[in-house]
């Protein structure tokens, strides 16, 4: 990732409720070639969790900001 990661906020402004995403759990692929790939929808804002922003995703718990890439719509 080249840009640094949105805060919350930021992430909120761009992205509403049910935007489709590309979430990855454990690790990005350009970390880990191999890494989980889950294609899902947000399912609520973006949040400070740990001092991380997050955000919930279906079929799946609350990932990093940092392991989510928005999708077109």
Do not use: C, K, W
Not at 21 to 48: G, Q
Not at 61 to 66: P, Q
């Amino acid at each position: 990732m080249t840009n640094p990661p949105p805060n919350a906020h930021q992430f909120n402004t761009r992205y509403p409720i049910g935007t489709p995403v590309t979430a990855y759990p454990a690790a990005r692929p350009e970390d880990d070639p191999n890494a989980d790939r889950l294609e899902t929808t947000t399912r609520s804002e973006a949040f400070t969790f740990a001092g991380t922003p997050v955000v919930m995703v279906d079929r799946y718990e609350r990932i990093a900001l940092t392991h989510i890439d928005p999708r077109p719509v």
